[in-house]
């Protein structure tokens, strides 16, 4: 078994390695660590191996770390689970990223129920790239016309697109998929060029998603172990 420090050593080993091979720039691809369902203690071995971006997928949960971990004051955290919209207020006021951003009515929220003194919540929209009934996110063609909508709101500021492909262990099938997704980030880039986060890549695949460029790999597992 190894550690949490010696696990995220690793990916960031590896992550350098496929920047290298697939001719990404160096240092372009972040690492998220996905500590969902995994305790604050977990967290702050995490943080002390240098991690300081933390994913969380349900709320309430999340609070409950944050509150038990408020003493990292450069903890970033990002929002990354379904969203409900009696969680918006939460959420807004919670968090500086919001990865699973769905639908128009929950942007709005969002925008209202952002505080004041915080800057404006960093944005991805969630495009269910291989048009699975079970997965929440914008259809491919809905995207660009979303982020039109959704630049208008002062207080988000739109960084791009998340996705989460149908799993396969097949490596050629993970780059498909990611290269789809990778196709509609260069539409939304035609839309904003400001645009920087495309947001792919979990335990599973992060090698296919850095090969179609990902900016940002959503990792849990690797990391933290199984969840239960
Ligand atoms: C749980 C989760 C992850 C991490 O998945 P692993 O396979 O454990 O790396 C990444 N992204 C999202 C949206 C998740 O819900």
């Known amino acids: 078994m190894q550690t949490t420090e010696e696990n995220i ?91 699973s951003l769905d639908r128009l009515k929950i942007a709005q929220r969002l925008n209202d129920q952002r505080p004041e003194g915080l800057a404006a919540l960093n944005i991805c929209l969630q495009v269910n790239i291989d048009a699975e009934s079970t997965k929440s996110g914008f259809a491919g063609q809905e995207v660009v016309q979303a982020l039109k909508a959704i630049k208008r709101f002062p207080r988000l500021k739109v960084r791009g697109i998340m996705a989460i492909p149908k799993p396969t262990n097949n490596f050629e099938q993970q780059r498909r998929s990611f290269q789809k997704v990778n196709a509609i980030f260069q539409q939304c880039l035609e839309i904003d060029d400001m645009l920087d986060t495309l947001s792919i890549g979990m335990s599973n695949d992060i090698e296919a998603a850095i090969a179609e460029g990902s900016t940002m790999v959503r990792v849990g597992t690797a990391i933290f172990g199984a969840r239960d």
């Open 9 to 99: 050593k690793k990916i960031k080993h590896s992550i350098l390695q496929w920047e290298n091979e697939y001719q990404r720039e160096m240092g372009s691809v972040q690492l998220m660590a996905v500590s969902k369902k995994k305790p604050a203690q977990l967290i702050e071995q995490a943080y002390q191996a240098g991690q300081l971006i933390f994913g969380e997928s349900y709320v309430q949960e999340a609070i409950l770390k944050q509150q038990q971990l408020s003493h990292l004051h450069d903890i970033e955290w990002h929002f990354i689970g379904p969203i409900q919209s009696n969680k918006t207020k939460d959420i807004a006021q919670n968090f500086s990223w919001v990865h």
